[in-house]
């Protein structure tokens, strides 16, 4: 058996119970190590927790059933922040597990989950998130390049620990400040791919409420917040005086002062607004962490992940060590990186909650239309052009707005903020499942309404 394999895990705070593994899924927790590229004889270590797909059968030994897991897709999840653990999203938004809002930090199994047909597996990263560490004080990465360079690292590191896993298709999934790491990490595995073995098998990019073109998510901001009536015409000239300052110095190249000064502008936003919730225009309150700090930093729960008890588990969303670290990449505009791997023929997914006032919907649709814009006119026009299809249910509101052109997707959510996956978790699971195994989205173009097709369309090719 594995090292790293989890058996159990306890089932609240107190492990007065236990959730036990064995003949569900399997299911492995721990740490890679990569060698320090700034303190010799150091090592830097990052944690990840692996759960199979469903589909396959625990009980059955991998080489038995190698043909399944191999053409089964394997998903990589990564939270946000900068500082925000993977775990996060594991326990609130997409996992198999979910951890209740008491106090005893009650975890349950959760239907929802995203390994029912695919493997998925949570990453804490960069160093300093989660229960990720370094044996070097104060090593944090700096810029994105030497992230996804340590990520693939580990990453081969994992491969090597469980090559079973190695020729699955694999995506790079994550939301929100991951809009960057995710595009960041796809364009080294292709790097890497062409210059070193294994090679790994990449497929494609999903990112939900992406913080990619902070410029466009700033500016769009002011317009929501002021048109959901959290602003009123002064505090909207206000913040569109400093929107304009903040330009000018992102123009001159001064990341850090330019971090700053965009920070700055979401706070007062906030604050004239009552200080809403920046990720859900409708509440007052993020998504509750509940118990969660206390449960993983508990010593049973260490144990059963294999993480050494003297690593505490840290959380942070762009504040804190990790965000400082990366201040100059906070304000960088990544959306060409889209391009690249658009260009290169991978297969990309953008979807957006609508009530997501931080990295919302209009900030992906503008930044995907000037992607198109600089791609010539024929290609800007087929964009435009792809007909936005309402993606329906037997009954009731629509699920979702979906638009697909070569190999790229969009889908838009309703009611729904940042947190999709936690927002509407079985129509996230059935839109990443549809666009994962090119499954059609039932649903008609509103513009030709005549031409309704009751069995749905995928991504228009072109």
Not at 99 to 106: L, M, Q, R, S
């Amino acid at each position: 058996m594995s090292a790293d394999r989890v058996d159990s895990i306890p089932a609240n705070i107190f492990d007065s119970q236990r959730i036990d593994f064995s003949g569900k899924a399997r299911s492995y927790a721990g740490h890679v190590h990569i060698d320090s590229t700034e303190h010799r004889g150091k090592k830097n270590h990052l944690f990840y927790w692996f759960f199979e797909s469903q589909t396959c059968d625990p009980h059955v030994p991998a080489h038995d059933q190698q043909a399944l897991i191999s053409r089964t897709p394997l998903l990589i999840w990564l939270n946000g922040g900068p500082g925000a653990s993977s775990l996060l999203g594991l326990f609130l938004e997409n996992g198999p597990l979910s951890i209740g809002d008491d106090a005893a930090g009650t975890i349950a199994v959760d239907p929802a989950t995203w390994n029912q047909e695919a493997h998925v597996v949570y990453w804490d990263q960069p160093i300093g998130t989660g229960y990720s560490y370094s044996d070097a004080k104060g090593e944090y990465v700096h810029d994105e390049e030497a992230l996804a360079r340590m990520f693939c690292e580990g990453l081969r590191e994992f491969f090597s620990l469980h090559p079973q896993y190695l020729q699955c298709p694999l995506y790079v999934c994550g939301e929100s400040y991951a809009g960057k790491y995710v595009p960041a990490i796809a364009l080294e595995i292709d790097r890497q791919n062409r210059a070193r073995e294994p090679h790994l098998n990449l497929q494609g990019i999903a990112v939900g409420n992406g913080w990619i073109k902070p410029e466009l998510s700033l500016r769009v901001m002011i317009d929501y917040v002021y048109t959901t009536g959290f602003l009123g015409i002064a505090e909207k000239d206000s913040l569109e005086t400093s929107y304009a300052e903040f330009m000018q110095v992102l123009g001159k190249g001064d990341m850090e002062r330019a971090t700053e000064l965009g920070n700055a502008l979401v706070n007062r936003a906030l604050a004239y607004g009552g200080n809403f919730d920046l990720y859900d225009v409708r509440r007052w309150d993020d998504l509750s962490m509940g118990a969660l700090q206390t449960y993983l930093n508990s010593a049973s729960v260490k144990k059963s992940l294999h993480v050494p008890q003297n690593v505490t588990w840290q959380c942070a969303d762009n504040e804190g060590p990790v965000a400082e670290a990366l201040v100059n990449d906070n304000m960088a505009d990544r959306s060409g990186w889209y391009a690249e791997l658009i260009d290169k023929g991978y297969r990309t997914l953008l979807y957006t909650g609508n009530f997501d006032t931080a990295c919302g919907y209009r900030s992906t649709e503008e930044m995907l239309d000037d992607l198109m814009q600089l791609r010539g006119a024929h290609e800007h026009a087929q964009w435009r052009d792809a007909p936005r299809l309402i993606w329906t249910r037997a009954q009731g509101n629509p699920k979702g707005f979906v638009r697909g052109h070569g190999n790229l997707t969009q889908v838009s959510v309703p009611d729904s903020g940042h947190q999709v996956p936690a927002f509407q978790p079985e129509i996230c699971r059935e839109m990443l499942y549809n666009w994962l195994f090119e499954r059609p989205f039932p649903g008609y173009d509103p513009l030709h309404p005549i031409k309704q097709r009751k069995g749905g369309t995928g991504p228009r090719k072109g």
